[in-house]
DNA sequence: GAGTTTGAAACT
DNA sequence: CAGTTTCAAACTC
């Protein structure tokens, strides 16, 4: 997975790669901070309008814009007073604690994943070393973190050359890469913009006139694509009546787990018939019923409506047997 | 899980 | 700018 960018105020704590002679500096403003680099990279001139969203740049010391170091802003303490600390010899930063581990910590009681809108995916480049657009970490302004991608180069372990390829990406599109992306439209042939290989559709947007699409169904009226949401739609409705019917059996389970003692033998395998109670048979009932429904809704032929629902029930049966199993245990543990 | 398809990004 | 290649994700079997 990798490191999302989130605002730098809802951070408390800062694990950023231990970095010698480095120095932090808070931004009057709200969302950037500054970190200096430990070698000045005076080949690197970065755009600063262009920079991904939440990118943070410092000149390096000495004054003048010599040389920068790019981090997500989630590296970088929220620092209040004094403005200006050195990240080497301040006991945050422990120099042998790495950064991708801690980068993963929940930073003020919010994990990394959470503080952003939209968790992404673990990228799996083998050949980009994750520094071209291909790497979708890399194209959000990401640093790799929990991804699968093999000789990664999008870290603070290899700055110089993250530095590099985020110049070259500038100077081959100036503008932002994420306002591009849909300023520009798709040029789908053969997907006819309904599968996630459209960007348009991956997005949860129509294409329009800017899109140079063939064939395109990912319009308003598209009979095509309004099946497709109904699918969709219907099939997430699907999932939430199982869910809650699961939650709710498994509820009724553990509210018998707490206000009913058991009649368990000391040494007999027989677990204790209590547990099948009017609320548990109900919610299993419920269960069941929406398997008939799933069945149903997808035109399944009864054979195999009545396997589902059957597969259903002893799934039901399991979880009552070894809830009360687990009661059991418990309960020998304690000596009752 | 392996192989195929797809379209954006990168390159020429 | 157009055509081609490379790449990683989406998809299929």
Not at 141 to 169: D, Q, S, V, W
């Amino acid at each position: 997975m990798s490191v999302p960018i989130v605002p730098a105020q809802t951070i408390k704590q800062v694990a950023p790669k231990p970095l010698t002679s480095a120095t932090v500096v808070t931004t009057t403003q709200t969302q950037q901070r500054l970190i200096m680099p430990a070698t000045p990279l005076p080949q690197i001139q970065p755009n600063f309008t262009n920079l991904p969203p939440g990118t943070v740049l410092a000149p390096a010391p000495g004054g003048g814009n010599v040389g920068y170091a790019v981090v997500p802003a989630q590296y970088v303490t929220q620092l209040q007073q004094p403005p200006f600390v050195t990240l080497s010899s301040s006991p945050s930063f422990p120099a042998s604690t790495g950064v991708q581990t801690q980068a993963r910590l929940p930073l003020n009681g919010v994990s990394a994943a959470e503080t952003t809108s939209r968790p992404r995916k673990p990228c799996n480049c083998t050949k980009s070393q994750c520094l071209k657009l291909y790497c979708d970490c890399f194209a959000n302004g990401e640093f790799c973190n929990n991804c699968n991608c093999n000789n990664c180069f999008n870290n603070l372990e290899h700055e110089t050359e993250r530095l590099k390829a985020i110049k070259t990406c500038l100077d081959r599109n100036p503008e932002g890469e994420s306002d591009r992306r849909h300023s520009k439209g798709c040029n789908c042939k053969r997907s006819g913009c309904l599968k996630n290989y459209c960007e348009c559709y991956e997005a949860k947007i129509m294409c329009s006139s800017i899109c140079k699409c063939i064939g395109c169904k990912n319009f308003e009226e598209s009979p095509e694509r309004k099946t497709l949401m109904h699918l969709a739609d219907a099939a997430e409705v699907r999932v939430q009546q199982q869910t809650a019917a699961k939650t709710k059996l498994s509820s009724q389970i553990s509210d018998l787990l707490m206000r009913t003692t058991p009649v368990i033998s000391s040494g007999g395998g027989r677990l204790p018939y209590t547990f099948v109670t009017k609320e548990v048979l109900e919610a299993t009932c419920e269960c069941l019923l929406e398997q008939a429904k799933k069945a149903e809704q997808t035109h399944q032929p009864q054979v195999e409506a009545e396997r589902l629902i059957l597969e259903e029930f002893g799934h039901c049966l399991m979880r009552i047997i070894n809830s009360a199993g687990k009661a059991k245990a418990d309960c020998a543990s304690i000596n009752c």
